[in-house]
């Protein structure tokens, strides 16, 4: 397998360690860097196939935050991971509401950021254990997936489009992003995008959630 990651961190160091980092994600790994909101803007439009893009939160110019939703709204099929020293909760709450996938703290050991990339390339929005503890960034989702035992995530359910149904019923037969961008013809990274806007529209932030949350309004055969 191979990747092609953008990098975007006004420090050289930074962007070195972590392009050596991201090599044992796949096969092969091309890692392109910028070091502001702008260049990274232009990297991103010239580079249609990249798989996933890592921003700190703290760049010249634009703030990270306003990147990630002017990325969310160029390149919605375009995942988005945060790698920041800004772990406060408030932060982590408001890119994970910008539309990033993934939030890791600067202090992570590499194992801790491979691990989130790997889980959003997934499709799943994710934050390392030791965030989850002190803040309630995904509480939104996790509510969600509760909430529909009492009925309230059939509209939801109801206001997704026939494609993204399609995806849905795919994913609770267990078939990952590439089963199903072949099945239904279409790129993996179109099926991410149904997915990530499944999830939102479904208020769960993985996998799991969703086929609970399909089984509950009667989607799913228990």
């Given at each position: 397998m191979s990747l092609?990651?953008?990098?975007?961190?006004?420090?050289?160091?930074?962007?070195?360690?972590?392009?050596?980092?991201?090599q044992s994600l796949a096969d092969s790994v091309s890692v392109l860097a910028a070091r502001d909101a702008e260049e990274?803007?232009?990297?991103?439009?010239?580079?249609?196939?990249?798989?996933?893009?890592?921003?700190?939160?703290?760049?010249?110019?634009?703030?990270?935050?306003n990147l990630i939703a002017r990325l969310h709204e160029r390149l919605p099929?375009?995942?988005?991971?945060?790698?920041?020293?800004?772990?406060?909760?408030?932060?982590?709450?408001?890119?994970?509401?910008?539309?990033?996938?993934?939030?890791?703290?600067?202090?992570?050991?590499?194992?801790?950021?491979?691990d989130v990339l790997k889980?959003?390339?997934?499709g799943n929005v994710t934050v390392p254990d030791a965030l989850k503890s002190s803040t309630h960034a995904l509480a939104r989702g996790m509510a969600g997936a509760g909430s529909s035992a009492t009925g309230s995530a059939e509209p939801a359910v109801t206001s997704l489009t026939l494609r993204q149904l399609e995806v849905l019923a795919r994913v609770c037969q267990g078939k990952t992003n590439k089963q199903i961008a072949m099945e239904l013809g279409l790129s993996e990274k179109t099926v991410?995008?149904?997915?990530?806007?499944?999830?939102?529209?479904?208020?769960?932030?993985?996998?799991t959630q969703a086929v609970l949350v399909a089984r509950r309004v009667g989607m799913l055969a228990d």
């Open positions: 092609k990651i953008l990098v975007i961190d006004d420090h050289p160091l930074v962007q070195e360690g972590v392009a050596t980092a991201l990274g803007l232009r990297i991103a439009a010239r580079h249609p196939d990249l798989d996933l893009v890592l921003l700190d939160l703290a760049l010249p110019g634009m703030s990270g935050f099929s375009l995942p988005v991971v945060v790698l920041s020293a800004l772990e406060e909760p408030d932060n982590v709450r408001h890119a994970i509401n910008a539309g990033a996938m993934g939030f890791v703290p600067k202090s992570a050991a590499t194992r801790v950021l491979l889980q959003v390339l997934a991410k995008a149904h997915v990530t806007a499944i999830f939102k529209v479904l208020g769960v932030v993985n996998r």
